[in-house]
């Protein structure tokens, strides 16, 4: 029995015939680097901003606990209960007016008490790192004194009252935590907001109560114990570990997305560099052939040549791994302040060893069956090869590829933040893959049985989709991925933009006014028409609730006693916007159900909306109740309406009758729009004097800023899913590769036989043009589900794609496929018949 090499002399051979420059292995380090790199890059970004917001949390939050409830301060029962916790901090959180000189501005206003903040200090722009302003004091924001026109030293008035800016706010540890706000912050001393009449009965304000807790207690238990202290008391709580709930599921799920991204690129690549290690085995089969001759074992080729494809997958990993920590840092600062990112470069042993993990093991599969062919087969079979394609058997594929599949499922099913959306990206890519593979199999049995064209170059192109060795099979895999990240790709982008123009419409309301004083209904209609005459003025009541229970009467379920609150019943978490009318409000369809009469005043009734019915189960009949500044309300459901969220007008989800509600304090909310050519430039000065406990926001403001954001977050999308396209067209190049060796034989006898260079030209155009034509159809409805699955049920978009730009797009992308094919045929053309010859 003849004793193989050893490993170190497999190498000596495995080094000498491998360039220093990876010639004939270029392609398969290039899709090891686009794959390695990208999920290198995601996992250490995300990497980092989880452990920043873990790390932070207690800063982020401003303690350990956090309680919030609407529209009331805390009992003495219940802030003598989280008093006896540890150390309390109570402020409230609302929109204000801020004045100085004859410039206004809308402004998150902060009142926080001398123990705030509990955790870190709030750093200015002049260096100091202090607490609470000092009395008849203000901290501003950088965006609210520019607008203002302020410096420190100076007089702004918020809500009627007159305070010295006393510093720039820099930075805000809780910045993160405070969410989203309708205006820059101004930070005031806890009285300031009484003073001023912002939290009279009935006014928009939140209250935060704060607590560090006594070393070793768990915040999570605390909360626990907190909720059935008081069940019924509106509390929204927040532990360290939660203190950004929001971006930390954006990032779990932004995440999830690019990893899966980085994973479809690698599967892509993937048969990139099947194709390039079947060229390259293909160029040294003589050399394999000779070695066999000589005495080699397969074992011998086996090691010999997967030392090499592994050097060569091992430098295009360390490639990508190397780009995907640089560009981190890059990827930190286009985020700016929107998520904490650890500064400098981050190496993170755990991102960095699963994308490794997953670039040797897609290089394992795909490299796998023409290792395994080139180990296999004799000499004498190698060496015909050219004339008699080699077929291998797949029971001799089971263990590298079966091994090889096993272990990036469970990779990837292992490290998924969501197991469903892995588990059906997984099954989804091995459709696709027996899709293509099928279709493969199809057009070479349709192309035997087609008649023969009587063009000759027609005729030889459709004969060469089922002539022994034919690359069909490759070649449809590889078109069908390429074609198909070309429609994802538009259909994304299209789908974004039309998102991006729907869910932010270019007209709304100029301006929104919350806490309107009720009695003063008539004094603001005419300090706003005063100012802007024929201006549109729209009020409707507005108070805050919770709802507490619903259901069946005698068989109500109780919110507090749920175990978990499905994602798509949001309306139950938390406080809620309310409202009553006499009439169906503006921007609302009636789908179920009847409205009530005028000045109805039977038994309590409201109108919900019909996805809080469908995420509850609730039928017309049933019952609701929520809780209103502490006093339980019940109302039978009378109907249900379709909102349009769109029109960015007043769209509450529950509407109650009149006679339910109006006894409860509380203040009404406006809209004013301007008509066109009319000047609104004194508005908010004129509001800001006569009425300076409301708040007014212009929306001018938020919808850029709002376009701005869903701009980013497609620019990100599009980016990550480029990737996807960059692998689509290694696939290409390495199908034309692998089928180059093939077509220089085919080719030299066609030339013998008298064929032109133009001939062979056209017979290539005409083969890959066939393949394309087929493939454009299955192509666009692959790429299109895939985008679909991406903008629908990954991000919940709507799924508004524009075809003529996605067919462009597709056409676009055939039209590559071809100059690729152009490309690829021309070295066969170069070739010498008489040196091909002697070469085969």
Sequence with gaps: ????????????????????????????LVCLFLGVGAIAAIGTLTGSIERELAGRGRAILGGDIEAE??????????RDAFSALGKLSQGTRMQAMAAAGDLTAPVALKAVDDSWPLVGKLRLLDGRLVGAPPAGSAWLAEGAAERLGVAPGEQVQIGGQELTVGGIVAEDPEQLGEGFALGASAITRSEIPERAGLTAPGAMFRTK???????????????????????DAGFRFRTRDKAAPGAERFVARMGEFLVLVGLAALVIAGIGIGGGVSS??????????????????????????????????????????????LVTPLLARALGTLLPVTPGFVFDTGALAKATAYGLLVALVFAAPPLVRARAFPAMALMRARISPLSLRRKELLLPVGIGLAAIIALALASAAQIQVTALFLAGAAVMLALLGGLGW??????????????????????????PAAQTGALVTA?????????????????????????????????????????????????????????????????????????????????????????????????????YSDDLPEGSTLVAGEWWPKDYSGEPLVSIDEELAEATGLKIGDRLTIGLLGVERTARIASFRRLDWDSMGFNYVLVFSPNTLTDAPHNLAATIDVPGGERSSGLLRQLAQAFPSTSVIETGTLLTDARALLTQMSTAILAAASVAVLAGLAVLLGAIAAARASRTYDNVILRVLGASRKQLLILQLAEYGLLAAILALVSLAIGSMIAWAIIVEMFDFDWLPDWPRVIAVLLAGLGVVLAFALAGSLPLLRAKPARALREL
Aim: aromatic share 6%.
């Design 1 to 28: 029995m003849t004793q193989g090499l050893a490993w170190s002399a497999a190498w000596r051979i495995a080094r000498r015939d491998l360039s220093a420059r990876f010639r004939g292995l270029r392609l398969l």
């Design 69 to 78: 409830v609407w529209q009331r301060g805390l009992t003495p029962e219940e």
């Design 209 to 231: 109560a704060r607590v560090t807790l006594d070393p070793g207690r768990n915040p999570q238990a605390v909360v626990e114990s907190l909720e059935k202290q008081f069940p």
């Design 280 to 325: 390259y085995l293909e160029a040294r089969r003589n050399s394999i052939a000779t070695l066999k001759v000589l005495g080699a074992t397969s074992g011998d080729i086996a090691r010999i040549y997967l030392l090499q494809i592994g050097a060569a997958a091992l430098a295009g990993s360390l490639a990508g791994l190397a780009a995907g920590v």
């Design 442 to 467: 199809a057009i070479r049995r349709l192309a035997v049985r087609l008649p023969r064209p009587r063009d000759p170059i027609l005729r030889a192109g459709l004969a060469n989709l089922h002539r």
């Design 479 to 579: 078109l069908g991925f390429g074609l198909s990240a070309f429609v994802l790709l538009a259909a994304i982008q299209t789908s974004l933009e039309a998102n991006i123009m729907a869910r932010v419409p270019n007209r709304a309301p100029d301006y929104f006014v919350l806490d309107v004083p009720r009695d003063r209904q008539e004094d603001f209609r005419s300090a706003v028409l005063q100012t802007v005459p024929g201006a549109d003025i729209r009020m409707v009541p507005n108070l805050r609730g919770k709802i507490l229970a619903y259901g069946p009467e005698g068989r109500m379920t109780r919110v507090a006693d749920l175990a978990e609150i499905p994602d798509d019943a949001w309306f139950l978490r938390g406080e809620r916007g309310l409202t």
